[in-house]
């Protein structure tokens, strides 16, 4: 996929909202989910990714991931709507690659392991690759 940070509202795709990201998850999180710490005292997640040009104190953004579903199912997010939401964006960024092909032999094979691949299959893969993370 992208280091895009895409939001979804209902049917339109709102493209790179990284130079908004916090603004944009002000929507979905409330105060309560933002921590302003020491990195000494941050959540072992952080503390794993944080990087030494970090300052003192750090902020970021923690939630559970049963928070994070139950605001996103009453905004509508369902899982139904999310795996429709993401077979047609898929279908678009595999589009978008076909228009790249070509380009050498390792990035023509990367575009063929990922066509057809399913939400299903996507997510037992991002499922797989976190739990690799947490080791």
Known sequence: MSDE??????EQRIADFDYMWEH???LLFSNDDVYVRPIAKA???VRKVVSEWHE?????????ATKVRRRLEVQGYTREKCIELWEREYARHIGHLEKLRGVDDDF???IDAQRGL???EWEAWQTKEAQL???
């Open 5 to 10: 940070r895409d939001i979804y509202s209902d």
């Open 24 to 26: 944009a998850c002000s």
């Open 43 to 45: 959540h072992r997640v």
């Open 56 to 64: 003192e104190p750090i902020r970021y953004l923690y939630a559970p």
């Open 108 to 110: 023509n094979a990367q």
């Open 118 to 120: 399913t939400y299903e």
């Open 133 to 135: 993370r947490e080791r």
